[in-house]
C-alpha cells in the first residue's frame, strides 16, 4: 500500500517561507517523478513543480524563483521549499506520485498567507 503524507502547513505573513513534506510509504521509491498541486478555493487543482526521476525540477513561472523541490532518498521525503510567500499562494497543496497506471495522492496541507 503506496501512500503519501504531506505536512508543514500552515499561517504565515506575506514574505515569509515555509517548509512543506511529502512522506512517501510503502513498496516504491522516492526516485520516481513526485508532483507538486495546490487548489485555492473555487479553482482546479494546479500544478506548481515537480522532480523528475534524474533529480531535476521543474517549477511553473509563477512560483519560479520563490519555491524550490528537493528530496531525501534515505527518508523517502520530498519537499517543496517556499520562500517570499503572497497572498496568491494560499491553497491546499498536494503530492502527487503517478507511477504506471496508478497515480497516489497525499491529503493535503493547508498554507495561508495573510496579513
Known amino acids: 500500500q503506496v501512500q503519501l503524507a504531506e505536512s508543514g502547513g500552515g499561517l504565515v505573513q506575506p514574505g515569509e517561507s515555509l517548509t512543506l513534506s511529502c512522506v512517501i510509504s510503502g513498496r516504491i521509491s522516492v526516485r520516481n517523478e513526485v508532483k507538486w498541486y495546490r487548489q485555492a478555493p473555487g479553482n482546479e487543482r494546479q500544478l506548481v513543480g515537480s522532480?523528475?526521476?534524474?533529480?531535476?525540477?521543474y517549477l511553473v513561472d509563477s512560483v519560479k524563483g520563490r519555491f524550490s523541490i528537493s528530496r531525501d532518498i534515505a527518508k523517502k521525503t520530498v519537499y517543496l521549499q517556499m520562500n517570499s510567500l503572497k497572498s496568491e499562494d494560499t491553497a491546499v497543496y498536494y503530492c502527487?506520485?503517478?507511477?504506471?497506471?496508478?497515480?497516489?495522492w497525499g491529503q493535503g496541507t493547508q498554507v495561508t498567507v495573510s496579513s
Open positions: 502527487n506520485l503517478p507511477f504506471g497506471l496508478q497515480s497516489y
Open positions: 522532480i523528475l526521476i534524474d533529480g531535476h525540477t
